[in-house]
């Protein structure tokens, strides 16, 4: 059997924050014990296909916005997967939660559960910045949520976005003082990304609402990893930041390509080697088609090439601390395909964006900024 991780996705939400560009809708149409026989089903199907020989260490329940499923339907589906795979020893098992959720009462049912892990959406904990991005918690209730997070689980991470309308680098200082000081084992910092097909977009085409420009943004982006660092946190990965021994587990495999099974519509699979798996982000779709003995249709399949495998495993382990393995790269893709990757990368350590640790390839300080420039001249 091979490590793996399983993702659930649960695509309801009260309401679209206005950037958010991840399949969800409302939680009025929420049928949640239809939902989890769907979920389940779609585990068993897998569990017996091209994913059988993975017997996943990880669980994360992600979304949407996980904190709205009642416990009850919750606790069918854990016991569900359990049940399936025979354990319920997860290594790592994190649920999404929104601050305005977020009760002592759900606390104790997610750790009875087994959930030994918390990632709670923050975003800011400027009123006003909250407000023109649609989130429907205010800073006050954000604090009092992390110190009830603390209370029951020993490892809280929490999400920040910088780049929000109205933002100015003092203000984002702050969030963040703010929040180390309630002392999270885990940060996650995302640019704000104006995504096509959002409400975002729409007010920003309209001339609606004021994005940072590329001046602004620099500052923003300069903040968080001198600060953090200050205060403990490793940045393990472009985005992340954790204590010592915090690092997110599931997220990691990910970027580490260790198979994954996910389930819902939208979610999406890996096999380890080279298969994709996507549900299409079609409720009624998966809804339907799940609930038939013989379930087809509901996901697209990808077969990777030499070339795109290649591709994913450069652009992927660039984002971590410990960066590319070379020796492993090599033995996956051959001596003269290392080469020509030797080749290119001579030029960006002498710029001082890579730089040689051992035989691992790792981006710079300075290269973090320019992650994407030194993807396009490796690939």
Known sequence: ???????IHIPFCHNKCLYCDFYSGGVRIADW???????LNELKIKKNGIYSDIDPSTLYIGGGTPSLMPMDYLSKLIQGIEKMYGHKDWKEFTIEINPEDITEEKCKGWKN???????VGIQSLDDKELKRIGR?????SSIMALKLMRKYFSNVSVDVIYGLPTQTPASYLKTLEQLV?????????YSLTVEPGTALHVLDQQGKIEIPDEEEWIKLNRIAPDFLRSKGYLRYEISNYSLPGYEGRH??????GT????LGPGAHSFNGYNVRESNYPDLKRYMKLLQTDVPTGYFQKEILNDEELREEMIMLSLRTSLGLDLLEF?????IQKRNELDKKAEKLIKQELLQLNGNNLIVTEKGQNLLDLINRSLI
């Open 251 to 256: 997220n990691s495999s990910y970027w580490e």
């Open 330 to 334: 090599e033995k996956r893709f051959g």
């Open 259 to 262: 198979p994954y099974i996910g």
């Open 181 to 189: 000081a309630l002392e999270p084992q885990h940060i996650s910092v």
């Open 113 to 119: 559960l087994g959930v030994n892990r918390v990632s």
């Open 136 to 140: 429907r918690h205010d800073a006050e």
């Open 33 to 39: 014990e239809n939902y989890v026989k769907c979920m």
């Open 1 to 7: 059997m091979r490590n793996g991780g399983l993702y």
